[in-house]
T-cell receptor, first 118, second 110 residues
């Protein structure tokens, strides 16, 4: 399996621009998570989906952030307009339901998208 | 609000030393605790613990969970420079989301 695939790997943009990060989860995984990592705050959960439905978006910083999962093999995280404080590494991760619907809890991470907003 | 606190935040040791990394947590409806290792890129899975007192081992790494005192430790014996990384602790609640601590940055010097 190719693993979780994220794009772009690096993005440098100017304040005010729209940023779209993309993620393809591992086939057959029905949970998808978006995390943000910074030195100050560590890994923060932004939002997660189960079977393409958003379950908890309480970690999304503000209305400038939105996430979608139109089908089981694709998700996007959009920031509009972007600000310098959004600079971080954004990770997408997926997870299977596990045996008999019980999740093991292990996440499979993509390589991350490093965003720099100038 | 769920909370995961790791200590120390950073650590420098010499090759061959043994290190103990700590993780304490407060979480409603605890399901499991996981340890991850993060080098330059994405975190990679080390252990998952669900029951108290059962030690998980993988080579020189081992971990144990205390659900009564709400903490876990990760031990690394005979450290090597390749063990240098950020070690992340995360807890899973009934909502299936992982809540991560800020990590312990370990540097093993030759």
């Amino acid at each position: 399996d190719a693993g979780v695939i994220q794009s772009p790997r690096h993005e440098v943009t100017e304040m005010g621009q729209e940023v779209t990060l993309r993620c393809k989860p591992i086939s057959g995984h029905d949970y998808l998570f978006w995390y943000r990592q910074t030195m100050m705050r560590g890994l923060e959960l932004l939002i997660y989906f189960n079977n393409n439905v958003p379950i908890d978006d309480s970690g999304m910083p503000e209305d400038r952030f939105s996430a979608k999962m139109p089908n089981a093999s694709f998700s996007t995280l959009k920031i509009q307009p972007s600000e310098p404080r959004d600079s971080a590494v954004y990770f997408c991760a997926s997870s299977p339901s596990g045996v008999a619907g019980r999740r093991t809890g292990e996440l499979f991470f993509g390589e991350g998208s490093r965003l720099t907003v100038l | 609000e769920d909370k995961v606190v790791q200590s120390p935040l950073s650590l420098v040791v010499h090759e061959g030393d043994t290190v103990t990394l700590n993780c304490s947590y407060e979480v409603t409806n605890f399901r499991s605790l996981l340890w991850y290792k993060q080098e330059k890129k994405a975190p990679t899975f080390l252990f998952m613990l669900t029951s108290s007192g059962i030690e998980k081992k993988s080579g020189r790494l081992s971990s144990i969970l205390d659900k009564k005192e709400l903490f876990s430790i990760l031990n690394i014996t005979a450290t090597q420079t390749g063990d240098s990384a950020i070690y992340l602790c995360a807890v899973v609640n009934s909502g299936y989301a992982l809540n991560f601590g800020k990590g312990t940055s370990l540097l093993v010097t030759p």
